[in-house]
């Protein structure tokens, strides 16, 4: 099957699906959220344990981890500008080409271990970040999914009959 048809099949999938869409909202919502902590291409597993575990949808959690995933870097900067600014701490990463996948997970083991470290500055921000933007996913996808699903479905089903 190729790629491209795998990825209509999957998006049909999750618009038939019977879930309400606060499961559905609620299953995105959980999957994007292991991305903006490093965890060495586990994502994608967490997210789906995670709606499991609080039964959820599943599919929306698989893509909600899929589409976070490329976006690592951004996520990381973006939790190091807001721990340094909540904390009024510069930090050594200021632009995309300074994050390190290995600095990020250095420097979340260093805050977990000590509040004055460089490290606390990096998981403030990505605190901070999960609640902000699981907040604003939450209602966006649940706002989309309740509006839109019908209309996608029938135009997806047009297109590929």
């Not at 099949?9 to 994007?32: C, E, I, K, W």
């Not at 929306?60 to 807001?82: D, H, Q």
């Not at 990463?93 to 490290?119: I, Q, W």
Request: a positive charge.
């Amino acid at each position: 099957m190729k790629l491209g048809r795998k990825v209509k099949y999957n998006l049909v999938r999750l618009l038939r699906v019977n879930d309400s869409p606060h499961q559905v909202a609620l299953g995105f919502t959980l999957g994007f959220i292991p991305n903006w902590y490093p965890t060495f291409g586990l994502g994608v597993i967490l997210s789906v344990g995670l709606a499991k575990l609080v039964r959820a949808n599943t599919v929306a959690a698989f893509v909600g981890g899929l589409i976070g995933s490329p976006l690592w870097p951004a996520l990381f900067l973006l939790n190091y500008k807001v721990g340094s600014l909540l904390l009024d701490r510069s930090t050594r990463v200021d632009e995309l080409e300074d994050v390190d996948y290995a600095d990020a997970l250095e420097h979340t083991l260093d805050g977990v271990n000590s509040f004055f470290s460089k490290g606390f500055t990096f998981l403030e921000g990505a605190f901070i970040n999960t609640a902000l933007f699981s907040i604003f996913f939450y209602f966006i996808v649940k706002f989309l999914f309740k509006m839109y699903r019908k209309g996608l479905l029938r135009m997806i089903r047009g297109k590929f009959h």
